[in-house]
C-alpha cells in the first residue's frame, strides 16, 4: 500500500472495542461490537446483515452513547454507519 493515501474522513477515527447495540424501530435491534467511533460515524460488526434496516440507533450502554444512524457501507460481517 502507498504511504500517500489520503484521508477522506471529516473527523479523525477513534479505536475502540466495545459491545453495543444496532436498535430499530419497534424494539427489535442486534448485539454489535464497535470497531472505531468518530464525531460523525462509526465502524461495527454484527453476525449477521441480513435484515438490517436503512436506519437505526447505535446503543453503546457503557458510554451511556445512543446516536441515530444509518449505514453507509458493508462489507462481511463489518458496516460503516454515519449519525444523523
Known sequence: MSDNITERRRATRHRVLKG????????GGVDCTVRNISQTGARV??????????????LID??????????????????????D
Open 45 to 58: 460488526d454484527v453476525a449477521d446483515l441480513v435484515g438490517l434496516p436503512g436506519s437505526f440507533t447505535l
Open 20 to 27: 453495543g447495540r444496532l436498535a430499530f424501530n419497534g424494539g
Open 62 to 83: 457503557v458510554d451511556h452513547f445512543m446516536r441515530h444512524c444509518h449505514p453507509v457501507w458493508s462489507h462481511g460481517r463489518h458496516v460503516g454507519v454515519a449519525f
